[in-house]
């Protein structure tokens, strides 16, 4: 997505009526694909329930703000946004994604994150879906998880060698004497990003899994919609 074009929202979302919709994406889409590959690249033997499109009219527009801001600082052409650009799992663990999803203020919110992470008191994305699963969302009185696939702002990335547990924001980058966007690091057999602001991310996803090898978990298709007025 170029976000300085005059378009408001991603070309392949669907028809909205609320500020607030989710649909679940078709098993035989490209984009259903695409991003179950990017789910299997570290879950092969977990089973896919469904993944749903999140789309939430406010929170793109504070997102797309955001990215317009760092598409003209750092002069990136609109066909190559992996310079600032990622898409990142990240796990909610107690709290259940959908409240979060549909919130029409914050999306993941900074406030609630603990002061004890490894990077301080950020919002915490991983590369690989394995590393998020630990911090999934089960569904109550079943075997099912879900977590997130999130776009997010790394712009450039600070990589750390050791903890950073009193960290709120970036360190200063010496040669722009800015600060960073985002922290990275390696955890838990996976690379791992931190950013510090609300805005830095958007949910686009969110995937419903089963580790359980049987017949009663099956890849979904079809449609369905979920409104916030």
């Not at 990077?119 to 998020?132: E, Q």
């Not at 970036?170 to 805005?199: A, C, H, M, W």
Request: hydrophobic letters at 30%.
């Amino acid at each position: 997505h170029n976000f300085l074009t005059k378009n408001k929202y991603p070309e392949y979302w669907q028809p909205m009526e609320t500020n607030y919709q989710e649909f679940q994406v078709d098993v035989n889409s490209t984009e259903f694909k695409r991003v179950a590959s990017l789910f299997r690249a570290t879950l092969p033997t977990f089973k896919i329930c469904g993944i749903s499109r999140l789309q939430n009219k406010k929170l793109w527009k504070m997102y797309s703000q955001e990215a317009k801001g760092f598409q003209m600082r750092y002069q990136i052409p609109e066909y190559d946004p992996d310079k600032y650009e990622r898409l990142l799992f990240h796990g909610t663990r107690a709290s259940e994604p959908r409240k979060i999803a549909e919130s029409l203020d914050q999306g993941l919110d900074i406030s609630f994150s603990k002061d004890s992470g490894l990077w301080g008191r950020g919002i915490y994305f991983a590369v690989n879906a394995s590393y998020s699963d630990i911090y999934a969302y089960n569904d109550p009185g079943t075997r099912k998880k879900s977590f997130f696939l999130v776009r997010v702002l790394t712009g450039y990335s600070y990589f750390s060698t050791k903890e950073m547990n009193d960290t709120k924001k970036p360190p200063l980058n010496k040669n722009t004497g800015q600060r960073f966007d985002s922290v990275r690091s390696t955890t838990g057999g996976s690379e791992v990003f931190i950013i510090y602001e609300n805005t830095k991310c958007y949910l686009c996803l969110l995937y419903t899994s089963d580790a359980a090898d049987d017949l009663l978990c099956v890849d979904l298709g079809g449609r369905r919609i979920i409104k916030k007025k």
